[in-house]
């Protein structure tokens, strides 16, 4: 998918979430999410936002990171993403950024991840409000296959082994992680080897904890 694509399915999606924690009890459970509520999805969604805009803007994790949540949620939560949008209209998806992602460190790596993270939130926020799911694009499923398979499983599995050999549901990977994991949606498929990470890996420590990659 191209950038503008991505920023296109950006907005829908926002629009979307933005609507479900509106129209939703904010004590209601997110069903996808156990133990988070629809304003405890609604206060990550908005961290992840402001966090990626400070990352680029500073080209640097915020550490500590104590973000200003104070306010109406949904007034915080338009500021945190036009904040964030403001971010990508300004910079050229091309431009260097800092990612922990380490073959792509660009303001375009950040622009598809928000992609997929919005996504992924805005059907958590319908269902925690009770309303029908908007149908995922076609194109936007396909390329977030994609991601799962080569940032988050063939890269960041090999970059945190005791992490993900954690997660419940068992390993994703078998002894030296050889095992394959391949993904199919219809006629489409996809397959990544996760691979152990060696001692000394570059940039290992410039990746911020996991519950704020986004």
Same mark, same amino acid.
């Given at each position: ?12 999606? &926002?629009?979307?979430?933005?609507? +479900?924690?509106?129209?939703g009890d ?5 069903? *996808? ?7 405890? @999805? @609604?206060?990550?969604? /908005?961290? $992840?936002?402001?966090?990626? /805009? ?17 306010? #109406?949620? @949904? ?5 945190? &993403? ?19 992602? #380490? ?14 993270? *919005? $996504? ?12 029908? $799911?908007?149908?995922? =694009? ?8 994609? #991601?799962?398979? /080569?940032?988050? @499983? +063939?890269? #960041? +599995? +090999?970059?945190?082994? %005791?992490?993900?050999?954690?997660? %419940? ?22 397959? *990544? $080897? =996760? ?6 890996s570059p940039k ?11």
């Amino acid at each position: 998918m191209n950038d503008n694509r991505l920023l296109e399915c950006l907005a829908a999606d &926002y629009s979307l979430l933005r609507k +479900a924690a509106a129209a939703g009890d904010p004590a209601a459970p997110v069903p *996808s999410c156990p133990g988070w509520s629809a304003a405890d @999805l @609604l206060t990550h969604i /908005t961290a $992840v936002y402001m966090h990626k /805009t400070v990352t680029m803007r500073t080209g640097s994790y915020p550490d500590p990171w104590d973000p200003d949540l104070s306010g #109406e949620p @949904l007034a915080v939560l338009d500021a945190a &993403y036009g904040a964030l949008t403001a971010e990508f209209a300004t910079r050229p998806a091309d431009s260097p950024a800092l990612t922990w992602f #380490e073959p792509d460190q660009s303001v375009g790596f950040w622009i598809r991840r928000m992609a997929h993270e *919005s $996504v992924i939130h805005r059907v958590d926020a319908e269902l925690a409000a009770g309303l029908p $799911v908007t149908p995922i =694009p076609a194109d936007l499923a396909a390329d977030g296959v994609d #991601e799962v398979l /080569t940032a988050f @499983l +063939a890269y #960041e +599995a +090999a970059q945190s082994p %005791e992490e993900f050999a954690a997660m %419940e549901g068992g390993h994703l990977a078998g002894p030296e992680g050889q095992e394959a994991i391949v993904v199919r949606a219809g006629s489409a498929s996809g397959r *990544s $080897v =996760p691979r152990p990470r060696r001692c000394g890996s570059p940039k290992a420590a410039s990746r911020p904890p996991r519950a704020r990659r986004g």
